[in-house]
Antibody
Framework: EVQLLDSGGGLAQPGGSLRLSCAAS????????MSWVRQAPGKGLEWVSS????????YYTDSVQGRFTISRDNSKNTMYLQMNSLRVEDTALYYC????????????????WGQGTLVTVSS | SYELTQPPSVSVSPGQTATITCSGD??????ACWYQQKPGQSPVLVIY???MRPSGIPERFSGSNSGKTATLTISGTQAMDEADYYC?????????FGGGTKLTVL
């Protein structure tokens, strides 16, 4: 059974930084593109970023481009999201999610999700 | 940027058919999927590639996609189907979600 464990959320000040992690088990992690999707309190789902199975290709939504960096360590079965220059509007529950297609260069839809890690940006 | 539009809410009586729509420019030319999210839980994929059902998803869930509209249909709706439903597609290398539809089973 695929398990994705999100962690690293917490309280940060505007302009601050956080690093999220997503530890995967029950799958050949290095074969699958991965993504981050967020959900602000009481709001809908918003795609944030995706990374190819190799880690070579990365993609970002416009609002986080240049501030967030997605990466992965296939030897540790873990994906990361480095979040810099945080804004109040980045406050959300952040989910990691897996694309079901082995060898995909982008995460385009998601068959497994983590439980989410809450990021709160406030002064 | 590409946008997907869903009705904010849909109501259905138990045992009846629920229909949730998702509209976007030339959506029928794209591959759409649908997620179910219950309160306090992570989303669950219920339809992918517009019409395919993942293993473990009941047969009462079905999807279609043509023109500008993708549709999620739940036949014989049960109380356990009450949830938020999100459509999703991708365009120009980015993933796009609809705003979500709250399905109420009255």
């Amino acid at each position: 059974e695929v398990q994705l464990l999100d962690s690293g959320g917490g309280l940060a000040q505007p302009g601050g930084s956080l690093r999220l992690s997503c530890a995967a088990s029950g799958l050949t992690f290095s074969s699958y593109a991965m993504s981050w999707v967020r959900q602000a309190p009481g709001k809908g789902l918003e795609w944030v970023s995706s990374i190819s199975f190799t880690g070579v290709n990365t993609y970002y939504t416009d609002s986080v481009q240049g501030r967030f960096t997605i990466s992965r360590d296939n030897s540790k079965n873990t994906m990361y999201l480095q979040m810099n220059s945080l804004r109040v509007e980045d406050t959300a529950l952040y989910y990691c999610a897996k694309d079901p297609r082995a060898g995909a260069v982008a995460g385009l839809f998601f068959d497994s999700w983590g439980q989410g890690t809450l990021v709160t940006v406030s002064s | 940027s590409y946008e997907l539009t869903q009705p904010p809410s849909v109501s259905v009586s138990p045992g009846q058919t629920a229909t949730i729509t998702c509209s976007g420019d030339r959506l029928g030319d794209k591959s759409a999927c649908w997620y179910q999210q219950k309160p306090g839980q992570s989303p669950v994929l219920v339809i992918y590639q517009s019409t395919m059902r993942p293993s473990g998803i009941p047969e009462r869930f079905s999807g279609s996609n043509s023109g500008k509209t993708a549709t999620l249909t739940i036949s014989g709706t049960q109380a356990m189907d009450e949830a938020d439903y999100y459509c999703q597609a991708w365009d120009s290398g980015t993933v796009v979600f609809g705003g979500g539809t709250k399905l109420t089973v009255l």
